[in-house]
């Protein structure tokens, strides 16, 4: 699979938010900054001895909140929970819901097309059809648990990864947004001084959680809490280390401020530790094997298990959909190990007794092109596909996957809208997080609403 430049310039901008921190290396003019860009991050310990979690917005914490046990201190486990999973590079939404009967999908596909043989049926629309590798998420759909969205996207769609990623993460059509949906949201209804609230795993700040008031965090993964000390190996060592030293390297008193700051953080830091490390505890929910979204999510639902009071949390799927080329051979293995780990989390939720918090939005920046390229693969389009997934999801499909010919495609050749997702955005903050749409999302009295979640 080739990726496009922008795809790969998106990549390392985001990379560089997290490592930089205070901002981004320049970017091309008239390219939007990410959501977050400038926002202070204050990591658990100093050099050469990091904590996997790093916190967002630290500069405005109370630290004795933490001190009181965070799991206690800040609401309570019948929250409901937002999910999100974003599948990077624009995937085919006619790879995963296939148009078959449209002969003018047979035709604008000569080698990507998808036949009878290769797909399964979509209970309730005969237009479109599973691909077999999707068989996971297609189970969950028959169970009324996923909402289809086959062709959503925005006015006047945007096709680079950049640009069009941006204004789904903050939830506008703005190139200057510099908070994320999620992080306008908390900054109303969140705690200033509960940084898991909003949580991104793979150790990158999603900027759907960008906020102004509250902090959120990012960590590499749920069990990725520790303080590491280089070329240290045996375990007594280590453990002498960490609870005979760094745990209380916080503790002496100070009278120099600055000392005295840095001795709070150290010591708010091992005590985040203790409490994310010891309560989660194993599962025997059965997950895919070597499939880091899946581990992620086995680590999410274990954590909101043990109570840890995440209100929103932010991941990223595996692999990558910027399928200019060779898109038949590479595409259908990444599908597949999507849908098996959203599936599995699904499970797991329900094993747990916590379905009926959790709701999952599964998106990409864009879809591709009805047309095929010369190398095998598809180009970047407007609307793609997205999925709201759980056992409170409405089920269903919402808007018609349009015909490909000049009813269905614009001037520019790529399939036309038929949903908003900021409209998705909407409906879930008033239907499922029972909040005032147009406190977070600019011009949300116009936008359409959608049925998402079930009453």
């Not at 008239?30 to 990091?50: H, K, N, V």
């Not at 059809?129 to 945007?158: E, M």
């Not at 909040?435 to 116009?446: C, K, L, R, S, T």
Request: aromatic share 8%.
């Amino acid at each position: 699979m080739a990726c496009c430049d922008d795809f790969t310039r998106s990549q390392f901008l985001r990379q560089s938010i997290a490592k930089a921190g205070d901002g981004l290396p320049a970017i091309e003019p008239g390219m939007p900054t990410p959501a977050g860009t400038g926002l202070t991050r204050r990591s658990a310990l100093l050099a050469g001895a990091g904590m996997f979690l790093t916190v967002y917005g630290a500069d405005r914490l109370g630290f004795d909140a933490f001190d009181a046990g965070i799991a206690e201190a800040f609401g309570g486990p019948s929250q409901a929970v937002v999910v999100t999973i974003f599948l990077a590079g624009g995937i085919d939404g006619m790879s995963v819901l296939a148009p078959v009967s449209d002969p003018n999908y047979q035709a604008l596909r000569s080698t990507t097309r998808l036949t009878d043989a290769d797909t399964d049926p979509l209970t309730g629309y005969d237009a479109l059809r599973w691909h077999k590798k999707a068989a996971a998420l297609k189970a969950l759909h028959d169970a009324g648990k996923v909402t289809i969205f086959p062709a959503i996207s925005y006015d006047q769609p945007n096709q680079s990864h950049f640009t069009s990623r941006h204004f789904y993460e903050v939830g506008a059509l703005d190139a200057a947004g510099s908070t994320g949906w999620l992080g306008r949201w908390l900054d109303v209804v969140g705690e200033v001084n509960n940084p898991i609230q909003g949580l991104s795993l793979g150790g990158q700040l999603s900027p759907m959680l960008a906020s102004t008031r509250v902090a959120v965090s990012a960590a590499d993964s749920p069990s990725g809490y520790d303080f590491p000390s280089p070329d240290v190996w045996m375990s007594e060592v280590t453990a002498a280390m960490t609870t005979g030293g760094f745990d209380h390297l916080g503790d002496p008193p100070a009278a120099d401020a600055i000392l005295a700051q840095a001795r709070q953080a150290q010591r708010n830091a091992a005590t985040l530790r203790s409490q994310l490390n010891t309560p989660l505890g194993t599962t025997t929910a059965p997950y895919p094997a070597n499939n880091r979204l899946a581990r992620n999510l086995r680590g999410l639902a274990q954590m909101l298990k043990a109570g840890l009071p995440i209100r929103a949390c932010c991941l990223e799927g595996n692999g990558g959909f910027d399928t200019h080329t060779g898109q038949v051979a590479s595409m259908p293995n990444d599908l597949e190990s999507n849908c098996l780990a959203i599936a599995a989390f699904q499970a797991h939720l329900e094993a747990e007794g916590l379905a009926d918090r959790v709701i999952t939005w599964v998106w990409s920046e864009f879809g591709r092109r009805p047309y095929e390229n010369d190398s095998q693969g598809t180009d970047h389009g407007a609307a793609g596909v997205g999925f709201v997934v759980g056992s409170k999801a409405a089920g269903g499909v919402v808007g018609e996957f349009p015909v490909l010919d000049s009813t269905g495609v614009d001037q520019n050749g790529n399939v036309r809208a038929t949903s908003d997702f900021r409209g998705v955005y909407c409906s879930l903050l008033e239907d499922w997080l029972n909040f005032d749409a147009a406190m977070v999302i600019p011009g949300a009295d116009v936008l359409p609403r959608y049925a998402v979640v079930s009453p």
